[in-house]
C-alpha cells in the first residue's frame, strides 16, 4: 500500500493567520482526498484533490477558506485560511490503494496534523 | 446520502475477553468496506478490507464481516489485550468518487 508523509504533526497558530498542511505520497495518485477530524467528533471529507483540475469540495467547505493544491501526482496541499478557534482539528489526507491484481489495497492515510487556534 | 452508525459508542473490557464491534450503513451500493484503529491524536491505521464480493475478512485476532445487502460489517476480536485500546472506525467506501463516509466510531478500553 502507499506510504503518505504528511507534515507539520502539530501547530498552534494565531487567529486570522493561515497554515498550509502538506502531504507527500510515494507513488502516484490520481484522486488525493483531505479530511477534518473536529475534537471528538469522526472524519468528514474536506475536498478532493486530482492532479490537473480544481479539487471538488463538500457541502460546507469552501475553495477561499480551504484553498487546495495539487501540483503533481503525489503531492498536495491543504491550506486553512484565516484561522479561528472553530479550525481547531485534526487533518488528515489519504489516497486509495494501488491495485494489484485482484488486490486492493483501501485506503490509506498520512499521521495528521494537530491544529490548534489560539 | 452514505449515513454510518457504529454500535457500542463505547466499551469497556477485562483484558482476554472477546467482543463484537458492529457497523450499520443506509447505501448498500458499496465498492467495500474498511476498518480502520485510530489512537488518540493520531492518524488511521488500516486494520481490514473487505470487497463487495467477500463476505468476511480476517487478520490475526481480528475478523470481519460484511452482509452487504442488510447494510451491516461486524469486527470481531478475539482475545483482546490492552494494547488493542483505541478507537475502531467502520468506512464504507461509496460514489462516483468512491469516498470514504465513517461512523463515529466505538472507543475500545481493555483493561489489564
Known amino acids: 500500500s502507499a506510504v503518505i508523509s504528511q507534515k507539520p504533526s502539530r501547530d498552534i497558530c494565531q487567529r486570522g493567520t493561515s497554515l498550509t498542511i502538506q502531504c507527500q505520497v510515494d507513488?502516484?495518485?490520481?484522486?488525493m482526498f483531505w479530511y477534518r477530524q473536529q475534537p471528538g467528533q469522526s472524519l468528514t471529507l474536506i475536498a478532493t484533490?486530482?492532479?490537473?483540475?480544481?479539487?471538488?469540495?463538500e457541502s460546507g467547505f469552501v475553495i477561499d477558506k480551504f484553498p487546495i493544491s495539487r501540483p503533481n501526482l503525489t503531492f498536495s496541499t491543504l491550506t486553512v485560511s484565516n484561522m479561528s478557534p472553530e479550525d481547531s482539528s485534526i487533518y488528515l489526507c489519504?489516497?486509495?490503494?494501488?491495485?494489484?491484481?485482484?488486490?486492493?489495497?483501501?485506503?490509506?492515510f498520512g499521521s495528521g496534523t494537530r491544529l490548534t487556534v489560539v | 446520502k452514505q449515513e454510518v452508525t457504529q454500535i457500542p459508542a463505547a466499551l469497556s473490557v477485562p483484558e482476554g475477553e472477546n467482543l463484537v464491534l458492529n457497523c450499520s450503513f443506509t447505501?448498500?451500493?458499496?465498492?467495500?468496506l474498511q476498518w480502520f484503529r485510530q489512537d488518540p491524536g493520531k492518524g488511521l491505521t488500516s486494520l481490514l478490507l473487505?470487497?463487495?464480493?467477500?463476505r468476511e475478512q480476517t487478520s490475526g485476532r481480528l475478523n470481519a464481516s460484511l452482509d452487504k445487502s442488510s447494510g451491516r460489517s461486524t469486527l470481531y476480536i478475539a482475545a483482546s489485550q490492552p494494547g488493542d485500546s483505541a478507537t475502531y472506525l467502520c468506512a464504507p467506501q461509496t460514489g462516483s468518487a468512491r469516498q470514504l463516509t465513517f461512523g463515529s466510531g466505538t472507543q475500545l478500553t481493555v483493561l489489564p
Open positions: 489519504s489516497v486509495e490503494g494501488l491495485r494489484q491484481g485482484a488486490t486492493n489495497y483501501g485506503y490509506t
Open positions: 484533490a486530482n492532479q490537473g483540475s480544481e479539487a471538488t469540495y
Open positions: 473487505i470487497q463487495s464480493s467477500q
Open positions: 507513488s502516484q495518485v490520481t484522486m
Open positions: 447505501d448498500s451500493a458499496i465498492y467495500n
